[in-house]
């Protein structure tokens, strides 16, 4: 397999995969029909090389593109240097994908998966998973982003608000830009709302069936952890009153421990320090810290329930929900989520519900083998 990154340290442009809201003008790479056809067991140099012939720096053509999720209607626009970088990502493909002129249809496209991290994350979070998946299923490609205010993305400046809807529509931008269609959108805990929120913000009809993973949330009230857990939201104020530069990632776990925190928790968090210079002398935050206190907010007001209970055909959304992870789940969620199978599969939609045994709600850490077996199957079922 071969993994492409992107981040916001290069200045030869582009940077993102994502989709749009509703419709969106946006500028074209000058040689993005040049898709995959050679295969990636070949090194990775040339991966990359090929990359950079579809991030170069010749003029092109503006676009006008319905979503990515939906199709790929171009109009002719104004002449455009460099597309807007929008989005760190990482590109992790499987050893079967091929490159490909855009204009061949005898190759289909390569099925692509999209996978979202939570509040404080990041797309690495995802890195070791997404390497399962390609071995796995080697004509798949799996896009991990950083999205807005995290790790990579940090430094690109995006205006407010910061919210749900906002990261969902810089997530559809990013695949748009990329000339991507996601089949499969997987997105934990406030990801998972994204996820949810970038399909409802889609153009429809969605040309090819869409399925949608929501681990370990709820499409409404975010209900936070019972006594003696962590409670991102304290986590998000505590970090806000921490120096932006610290002398060490020890006297910050540290910091954490003596809060009230779990070593998990803690050990976690300073993996978004990263040294301010090659002396590793001192350290600072990946992320913006008052953006994500807005996103927390946003993501617990940010109430989805009439998407869910009126899918759009062609969506299959499933929730899983982590055994250990009960205080993030009332009857009332369950009991909806039931009632919205039956109204889903009477509208050539669909919802499921699922449970991931022994696990909290940091799922695809505390049981990964249970949550792939889970998740393979869409990837069965949409397999090219």
């Not at 995969?17 to 993005?32: G, H």
């Not at 994204?194 to 399925?211: G, I, N, T």
């Not at 350290?283 to 994500?292: A, N």
């Amino acid at each position: 397999m071969s993994a492409v990154s992107c981040s916001t340290a290069s200045s030869s442009g582009g940077c993102g995969l994502r989709s749009q809201l509703k419709t969106c003008a946006l500028p074209a790479f000058s040689s993005l029909n040049f898709t995959r056809t050679v295969p990636t067991s070949q090194s990775d140099r040339l991966s990359i090389q090929r990359l950079a012939l579809v991030h170069g720096n010749r003029k092109a053509r503006g676009t006008t593109i319905s979503m990515a999720l939906v199709d790929e209607r171009q109009s002719t626009g104004q002449n455009v240097a460099d597309p807007p970088r929008i989005l760190a990502y990482n590109l992790v493909q499987g050893a079967l994908v091929k490159w490909r002129w855009k204009e061949d249809k005898s190759v289909p496209d390569t099925p692509t998966a999209l996978l979202l991290h939570g509040i404080l994350g990041s797309g690495k979070n995802w890195g070791t998973f997404a390497r399962r998946l390609a071995h796995e299923f080697p004509t798949w490609q799996f896009l991990l982003v950083d999205l807005r205010c995290h790790g990579d993305s940090a430094s690109l400046k995006k205006r407010g608000p910061h919210s749900v809807a906002t990261t969902a529509s810089d997530v559809l931008k990013l695949v748009a830009q990329l000339r991507l269609t996601p089949r499969v959108l997987v997105g934990h805990s406030f990801g998972g709302k994204v996820v949810l929120s970038m399909v409802d913000q889609a153009a429809k009809p969605l040309p090819r069936p869409v399925r949608a993973w929501v681990l370990d949330a709820t499409p409404g009230k975010v209900r936070a952890g019972g006594d003696g857990e962590d409670h991102p939201r304290e986590l998000i104020s505590f970090l806000r009153t921490l120096p932006k530069v610290v002398s060490s990632k020890r006297e910050v776990l540290n910091a954490l421990i003596k809060e009230g925190f779990s070593n998990d928790v803690a050990q976690w968090v300073v993996t978004n320090l990263r040294p301010t210079g090659p002396s590793c002398s001192s350290f600072s935050w990946t992320f913006d810290l008052d953006g994500i206190s807005q996103l927390y907010q946003s993501y617990e007001d940010t109430n989805l329930w009439n998407f869910v209970e009126n899918l759009p055909r062609g969506v299959h959304v499933n929730f899983l929900k982590a055994e250990r992870s009960l205080h993030r789940w009332a009857l009332e969620d369950l009991q909806r989520i039931h009632a919205a199978e039956e109204l889903a599969s009477e509208e050539g939609a669909g919802v499921e519900m699922h449970v991931l045994e022994d696990a909290g709600h940091w799922v695809h850490t505390d049981n990964p083998d249970g949550l792939f077996r889970i998740l393979s199957s869409s990837f069965q079922v949409l397999g090219a």
